[in-house]
Nanobody, 122 residues
Framework: QVQLVESGGGLVQPGGSLRLSCAAS????????MGWYRQAPGKQRELVAH???????NYTDSVKGRFTISRDGAKNTVYLQMNSLKPEDTAVYYC????????????????WGQGTQVTVSS
């Protein structure tokens, strides 16, 4: 069993910063990639940022230059540093991880966290 636990969301004024964290735990053999998605009310869930096991990153255009994704392999944790936040960044942010487990048999699949609310408002 694998769990992803997110933290760091909250209310922030426009122009402010937040740092999201997502820690994976459980029967993990390897984490192949991790990412952050977000879903605003009435909109589809979208990819915000993604990082591979080798450290390659990609971002959706609207957050380039403002958000930075990073990971700590030893802690099975991914971070999203969000700067210069805008009201349109308001959404529930979800962590996603591509994980290989080995017990009882090797299985590779995606896992989701429970989501953390980010609200950007004055």
């Amino acid at each position: 069993q694998v769990q992803l636990v997110e933290s760091g969301g909250g209310l922030v004024q426009p122009g402010g910063s937040l740092r999201l964290s997502c820690a994976a735990s459980g029967n993990i053999f390897s984490i192949n990639a991790m990412g952050w998605y977000r879903q605003a009310p009435g909109k589809q869930r979208e990819l915000v940022a993604h990082i591979t096991s080798g450290g390659s990153t990609n971002y959706t255009d609207s957050v380039k230059g403002r958000f930075t994704i990073s990971r700590d392999g030893a802690k099975n944790t991914v971070y999203l540093q969000m700067n210069s936040l805008k009201p349109e960044d308001t959404a529930v942010y979800y962590c996603n991880a591509d994980i290989t487990t080995v017990l009882p048999t090797p299985i590779r699949k995606g896992y989701w966290g429970q989501g953390t609310q980010v609200t950007v408002s004055s």
